[in-house]
């Protein structure tokens, strides 16, 4: 079965600094798919970024990257420039043949102004 | 383009009672996922639906039950609640193919008395 560790269960960031969230998983398929989601306070959960497993490339959106290293099965998420509206729970997910997702426990960002 | 729309938003029931969700999709996904999440065991997997079809089951018992109509809209259903249900259920759609990104709506909270 497939597994998604978040070891980190919050952190905290200045704002416009970057900080990195952790993400491990554990999977045997060769042919799957990576998300970070965000859930602000409001609960609608939120896609920010994802990443094909058989893409080299790290997947970047405006001020969110991953850094994913399949032969690690790391997949951490960085965010550049912290605003205030990034303040939210984020969860690492996982998805592969069977379209399920698999998420971490998620880890709670706050924002310093 | 509407967004995945679930209701009720909030509702309470007591021991013993059934409770029905719905959820409508955004217009043309024909995925319909739901997710349970609680502080607890975080976000865990119900089922998924495609074409009217249960294409996935997660590990819940019996009385967790859903079903998807010819317009993909979705219900799940709860008998015989339990204090443990209380949860925020979340839906999500997705066009069922490829990396099927998901989409959610703001979730149905329920509280069990």
């Known amino acids: 079965a497939q597994t998604v560790t978040q070891s980190q269960p919050e952190m905290s960031v200045q704002e416009a600094e970057t900080v990195t969230l952790s993400c491990t998983y554990d999977?045997?398929?060769?042919?799957?798919?990576l998300f970070w989601y965000k859930q602000p306070p409001s609960r609608q959960m939120i896609l920010v970024i994802r990443?094909?497993?058989?893409?080299?490339q790290n997947a970047t959106e405006n001020r969110f990257s991953v850094n994913f290293q399949k032969a690690a099965k790391s997949f951490s998420l960085k965010i550049s420039d912290s605003q205030l509206g990034d303040a939210a729970m984020y969860f690492c997910?996982?998805?592969?043949?069977?379209?399920?997702?698999?998420f971490g426990k998620g880890i709670t960002l706050s924002v310093r102004p | 383009k509407a967004g995945v729309t679930q209701t009720p938003r909030y509702l309470i029931k007591t021991r013993g009672q059934q409770v029905t969700l719905s959820c409508s999709p955004i217009?043309?996904?024909?995925?319909v996922s739901w997710y349970q999440q609680t502080p607890g065991q975080g976000l865990q997997f119900l089922f998924e639906?495609?074409?009217?079809?249960?294409?996935n089951k997660g590990n819940f018992p019996g009385r967790f039950s859903g079903r998807q109509f010819s317009n993909s809209r979705s219900e799940m259903n709860v008998s015989t609640l339990e204090l443990g249900d209380s949860a925020l259920y979340l839906c999500?759609?997705?066009?069922?193919?490829?990396?099927?990104?998901?989409?959610f709506g703001a979730g149905s909270r329920l509280t069990v008395l």
């Open positions: 999977t045997s398929e060769s042919d799957y798919y």
């Open positions: 999500a759609s997705g066009t069922g193919a490829g990396a099927n990104v998901l989409t």
């Open positions: 217009s043309g996904h024909r995925s």
């Open positions: 997910a996982y998805t592969g043949a069977n379209s399920k997702l698999t």
């Open positions: 990443q094909e497993a058989y893409k080299q």
């Open positions: 639906y495609f074409s009217e079809t249960q294409r």
